[in-house]
């Protein structure tokens, strides 16, 4: 079973690592360490067997959230823990007043759009080269209803242990 709690000082080694692992532009080792001070930010970790795979950061603003990364270590890829932890995030956000969940993905990542849409995003805008590294737009995806998300998926959620706290 995987286990999903708050991301502390103590992760941002390996969520950094994911990080680089991941993506073409990673996000800094600091940048990561700064969210943890940021009251809108939210992070969580996914643990298997007591090794943090992935990670997924959002920040919760009233009834919105916004994922800002969302990343399961290549190792670890193919076995349904990204499906987990989104949800285990929306989730999370949904115990912090979130009723709605926003997030970019490039034009290019078929894979993390099909995913998405099993999860009730639906694109709502385009952003033209949002991506600096490849001038590549991203997609502007939108689930306007968590909770029901999170009612529908109600089987997945017997895959994991969801151990966030309002912090």
């Known amino acids: ?3 999903v709690r708050p991301m502390t000082r103590a992760d941002i080694d390996t969520v950094y690592r994911i990080e680089t692992l991941s993506f073409r532009s990673p996000w800094s080792r600091q940048s ?4 943890l ?3 809108v930010a939210h992070y969580v970790v996914a643990e298997q067997d007591g090794e943090v795979i992935g990670y997924c950061g959002m920040w919760v603003l009233f009834e919105e959230a916004h994922i800002t990364n969302i990343a399961i270590h290549p190792d ?3 076995h349904g823990y990204g499906k987990q932890l989104l949800l285990a995030a929306m989730e999370h956000a949904a115990s912090f007043g979130a009723e709605m969940m926003t997030l970019e993905v490039r034009e290019t990542n078929l894979v993390a759009q099909k995913m998405y849409e099993q999860f009730g995003f639906l694109q709502q805008g385009f952003r033209k080269k ?3 590294d490849t001038g590549e737009g991203a997609l502007l995806l939108w689930n306007r209803n968590i909770l029901e998300t999170i009612e529908n998926n109600a089987c997945l959620r017997e895959t994991y242990l969801l151990q966030s706290k309002p912090l």
């Open 130 to 132: 949002y991506y600096t």
């Open 76 to 78: 670890h890829r193919g």
């Open 37 to 39: 001070r940021n009251r």
């Open 1 to 3: 079973m995987m286990t």
């Open 32 to 35: 990561l360490a700064g969210e």
